[in-house]
């Protein structure tokens, strides 16, 4: 059985970012890039599926510039046993990486599909239900818990209110939450080894533009300093000023 | 002729709903899939499928390409049921998509929080219709008496998808996107039992929802739907109350728009304080009970 599992790279997810000056990009100067952490959460769940059934076969799949190399490199390190990597520079939005990925999933043919359930940077939580909806495959988001049984997949998913569990025909798209995994950690020697793995790479298949458009990035209005209180009594009546509490 | 098309999942979304059907300056409709809608809406129609539970993604994105594809907008308010579902309609629509929608800037631009809402960026669309899942913050009802026409509706379902179980924990708290007040408690709280008795006497004494950052809920104290930031549930009550929370960038993502913010921390340093608006530097085993009782 073959796992699909989609690779994002993003900024530091810990790190403070800002716009550009100009409002036209995310300022990256010093800033760190890395897997995205829920592709990582996927990426992990392929790994520890391979390692309770052998017949499972992992291909990590990035689609952007030059340097996604280094978080493909890193899946491979993971465990992953191959890497593609669409390499563009081209403005993408999540149908135009929806659209992509359907390419790969027609050339690959996987059984199922591992993605983030949204990329830290944009928080869209988009791509993997568009893909979904194009293969016309069923879709488990939020995913908690996975476990394969012959043709079906049941995944726990977390929900509004609680959790429901799905049980899924195969193929199927699977998004992936916190509760999943934690991913190991991979020192940098386990980088360097996974060096002999292959990694293709091609080129876009598809000339789909993409339905959206940046047209501005800029800070949030910040808050207005607070104050400290020294005690409970000044707090409840500092809220009772405020109108917030009876 | 421009029109809106509001995908309810239960009541609590058609309450949010008002605000953006308001602010969208569109005639606009309910599609109501369980319980029945809030009155006092201002939609022109209620598509009431009167449903005991909403089924899987691909059940209902099938159904609602169909009837959904002449609307201008088909949005929903931003939570976990929308972005399923939405996503998908989206996918099968081949249209565009803006998810947590800030504002409504024109007919096809929109603001929107990006990295864990550090940047609010101003997106646009390139074709209709358009799937929009809205933060109900930034979109406040005005009353209306506008009568709505409400239709009893049925899909032709289709999909492959079997729910297995389905385990709702409601605990009779208000629903904790839409409460007035959410107290949200941190790893300090040690155990379920301890987080319950603190954090959800607080909540209880002010009719509140009970909420907990990432590092509580990974730990076991408290349950997976109350988790508060980027990747859980955005509040915007008119009180927080954040107890035992040093204040991540990922949980400050979803308390932002909150109208006063309260912090209680052991840590005079902790980032949390400088978003909020009354900070008490005291041991909240202390300060909680003590807050409640005099409450």
């Given amino acids: ?246 | 002729m421009s029109r809106v098309l509001i995908v309810c999942f239960d009541r609590a979304d058609s309450l949010a709903a008002i605000g953006f059907g308001q602010a969208s300056g569109k005639p606009f409709d309910i599609l109501q899939l369980t319980q029945s809608a809030a009155e006092g809406t201002g939609a022109e129609k209620i598509y009431s499928l009167g449903l005991p539970t909403f089924p899987p993604a691909d059940y209902l994105a099938n159904a609602l390409s169909d009837f959904a594809k002449e609307y201008t907008w088909i949005a929903g308010v931003s939570n976990m049921r929308s972005k399923d579902v939405l996503a998908r309609l989206a996918g099968k629509l081949d249209c565009a998509m803006v998810t947590d929608v800030l504002s409504i800037e024109s007919e096809d631009t929109f603001t929107r929080p990006i990295v864990a809402g550090a940047i609010i960026a101003t997106v646009q669309v390139h074709a209709t219709p358009v799937v929009l899942t809205f933060r109900t913050s930034g979109f406040k009802a005005q009353p209306t008496d506008k009568a709505s026409e409400v239709i009893e509706h049925k899909f032709d379902w289709q999909g492959v998808t079997k729910r297995l179980s389905e385990n709702s924990r409601g605990g009779g708290r208000p629903d904790l996107a839409q409460a007035k007040v959410v107290v949200s408690g941190g790893r300090p709280l040690k155990d379920t039992e301890t987080f319950e008795k603190v954090i959800g006497g607080l909540a209880d004494k002010l009719g509140g929802a009970v909420g907990a950052t990432r590092a509580a809920v990974d730990s076991g104290i408290a349950a997976n739907e109350l988790q508060v930031g980027q990747t859980g549930k955005i509040v915007a009550p008119d009180l927080y109350i954040a107890a035992g929370i040093s204040g991540s960038t990922q949980h400050m993502a979803g308390i932002k728009d909150s109208k006063v913010i309260v912090a209680i921390n052991t840590d005079p340093d902790a980032p949390i304080f400088d978003v909020a608006d009354y900070g008490l530097v005291q041991d909240l085993f202390e300060a909680v009970p003590e807050l409640t009782d005099k409450l």
């Fill in chain 1, 1 to 246: 059985m073959k796992i699909l599992v989609t690779v994002k790279r993003v900024v530091d997810p810990y790190a403070k970012v800002k716009p550009l000056a100009d409002g036209s990009g995310i300022d990256t100067t010093g800033v760190k890039f890395d897997i995205n952490p829920f592709d990582e959460i996927a990426v992990e769940e392929a790994v520890r599926q391979k390692e309770k059934n052998a017949d499972i076969e992992i291909v990590a799949v990035s689609i952007g510039p030059a340097e996604c190399e280094e978080q493909l490199r890193k899946a491979l390190a993971m465990g992953a046993d191959k890497a593609i990597h669409v390499e563009t520079n081209d403005p993408l939005d999540s149908s135009v990486v929806a659209a992509e990925l359907a390419e790969i999933v027609k050339q690959e043919e996987p059984r199922v599909i591992f993605m983030g359930k949204q990329a830290t940077d944009n928080d869209h939580n988009q791509a993997g239900q568009i893909l979904a909806a194009k293969l016309d495959w069923p879709q488990a988001t939020f995913a908690s818990n996975i476990e394969f049984d012959g043709d079906r997949v049941n995944v726990t998913r977390e929900t509004d209110t609680g959790e429901e569990t799905l049980s899924m025909p195969l193929p199927a798209i699977i998004t992936t939450d916190l509760r999943l995994n934690e991913p190991r950690y991979i020192a940098l020697p386990g980088i360097i080894k996974a060096r002999s793995k292959p990694l293709e790479k091609q080129e876009r298949k598809t000339d789909v533009q993409p339905k959206t458009t940046v047209l501005k990035l800029e800070l949030p209005p910040e808050r207005p300093a607070g104050r400290k209180v020294e005690s409970v009594d000044e707090l409840i009546s500092a809220l009772k000023d405020r109108g917030v509490i009876e």
